[in-house]
């Protein structure tokens, strides 16, 4: 099997949601070790499966190279905290610049008001998360009604994202774009605290221009006890830069 | 890091596509094992990343487990022949005959016409391929004329799937039909032989009833040399049996 590596690095401060560092984040983490395993610097295709939440603080991640190919490397990446595994994850990573071929898209990206007019979720030391001091969110206003306390009714949730301190979005960040919104069951019609992701995975299929990103994230099937997220992330240029999907978990009441 | 282990298997002969095992199939083996490894009986999210063609033959699945929880066990598998990893998956087990939680279905299964009213797909020496001899599909009349050479121009394959000398379909038999249908792509406007798998995410969300699965496959962007999959099996009883994504390959000209 492939050349092993252990890399370190550290969960920053401030990503946390009621003191757990965000999944998107912690992947990106992992990401970003396995894109130097592979020393390629898109992730094409990158599953995550969480087993520990995440504190701030050092992190050891550990990469093995599966597969280098000509126009693609994957492999696997472990990111640990304390000797536990917080996450596992599988990639297979590329160079995004070549991307060409046919074009099909069935839907645009989703409507919504200028980001100006849309609701900004606001750090609080409560709900919203510290989280949302790293990155800039804001709710289509059909979809933000949540936060006042009343659900839309839809298991859908939309708006724009951005880094603060305009900092750019590349590729490995948009693994952290694919799990930073609220979960969409906060606007389904059962109540529910939180969905635990199981798994996400992310498919990145263009390097987004700078500006701030549409998405757009949606649950078709709620079914024995395990929902779906699927998301759509958009540049300011119109394309599609990323698909996503998480396996997530109704708690047991 | 966990218990690893090594399992004998092979790669029967007929269920290949001109000589190359069927990517679900593949999955099925190294989650089968995977499965064994965690002693759980149902994989409820698995990932898969392809790196070689299978060929009928011995294979060894080595597998490692990464976490067992009270609910959940997850772990990787790695399948093996000749020493070169065909595949490596990721996955997520546990028991769905505990299924249960609020129920929320967008859609429900997709309409078709009974199976005999479907077109069937017939294995000969050419195409469609010998894997058809383990598998019976009878496809929607709308989305099959592409056996006839003419595509339907909607990226869409919509049909029924069950295995064939009754061979019950269990959780790990769905891992095979979520690959089994033939492209999305031979109903797209664009001329496309083949669309190799680089990775499979299949979501398992109950134990399918007896019966055959309706079927439903579409892909909605066609970007940068890539398209993604999306498929839903539902069961004889009409509940939603599993989800699953592909990435997929445009090859160049």
């Known amino acids: 099997m492939g050349k092993r590596a252990v890399w370190s690095g550290a969960i920053a401060p401030g990503w946390d949601i009621v003191a757990n560092a965000n999944g998107g984040y912690l992947l990106a983490i992992a990401a970003r070790a396995l894109g130097g395993a592979l020393d390629r610097p898109d992730p094409v295709t990158v599953t995550g499966h969480y087993f520990y939440p ?40 590329g160079d995004l610049t070549e991307a060409s071929g046919p074009e099909i898209v069935d839907q645009g990206p989703p409507e919504m008001p200028d980001p100006d007019d849309c609701l900004p979720v606001v750090a609080t030391d409560t ?28 298991a859908l949730m939309r708006g724009w994202f951005r880094l603060r301190h305009d900092e750019p979005t590349d590729t490995i960040a948009l693994l952290c774009a694919a799990d930073a919104f609220p979960p969409t069951a906060f606007n389904a019609d059962f109540p529910v605290a939180w969905t635990p992701t199981i798994e996400l995975t992310v498919h990145v299929r263009a390097r987004p221009e700078p500006g701030w990103l549409r998405c757009k994230f949606a649950t078709h099937f709620v079914t024995g006890g395990f929902l779906e997220e699927d998301g759509e992330i958009w540049d300011s240029t119109g394309h599609l830069v990323a698909q996503s999907r998480q396996l997530a978990l109704i708690p047991r009441g």
Do not use: Y
């Not at 693609?72 to 990573?93: E, K």
């Open 127 to 154: 709900f919203p998360p510290p989280f949302m001091g790293k990155i800039e969110l804001r709710l289509h206003p059909e979809d933000g009604q949540f936060l006042l306390g009343k659900r839309s009714g839809h």
């Open 54 to 93: 995440g504190k701030a603080g050092d992190v050891t991640i550990e990469t093995q190279v599966l597969k280098e190919g000509r126009r693609f490397g994957s492999g696997r990446a472990d990111l640990l905290a304390q000797g536990r595994t917080l996450l596992s994850c599988i990639g297979t990573f």
